[in-house]
C-alpha cells in the first residue's frame, strides 16, 4: 500500500472502515458492512423473539379472561356482589 500521503479517499476509507485482525464469514477482512449487517441480523432476530413473546403474552392473558368470564357466568347473581 502506498504512504499515508499518498492515499486517495478510497485508500483511506478502506483503511478507516476495514480491520485485518477480523474476517467476516468469506474470510475476507471485515468491514463496517459487515458489522451493520451482522447487527440488523441480531436485531431483526431479536424482534422476531420479542414478537412472539408479546403474542404468547396476549393469548395467556386472553386465556385467562376467558377461564374468569367462563367462572363468572356460571355463578349466582349474588356470588358476583
Known amino acids: ?5 499518498e492515499w486517495t479517499m478510497q485508500d483511506a476509507m478502506k483503511f478507516v472502515f476495514t480491520s485485518p485482525a ?3 464469514r468469506n474470510g475476507e477482512q471485515a468491514n463496517v458492512v459487515d458489522v451493520i449487517n451482522e447487527v440488523s441480523i441480531g436485531l431483526f432476530s431479536g424482534s422476531k423473539r420479542l ?4 403474542t404468547a403474552t396476549n393469548n395467556v392473558a386472553a386465556g385467562l379472561h376467558a377461564i374468569a368470564e367462563a ?3 356460571t355463578s349466582k347473581p349474588s356470588d358476583n356482589e
Request: aromatic share 0%; charged share 25%.
Open 1 to 5: 500500500m502506498a504512504k499515508a500521503s
Open 22 to 24: 477480523v474476517s467476516d
Open 51 to 54: 414478537n412472539e413473546l408479546v
Open 71 to 73: 367462572i363468572k357466568s
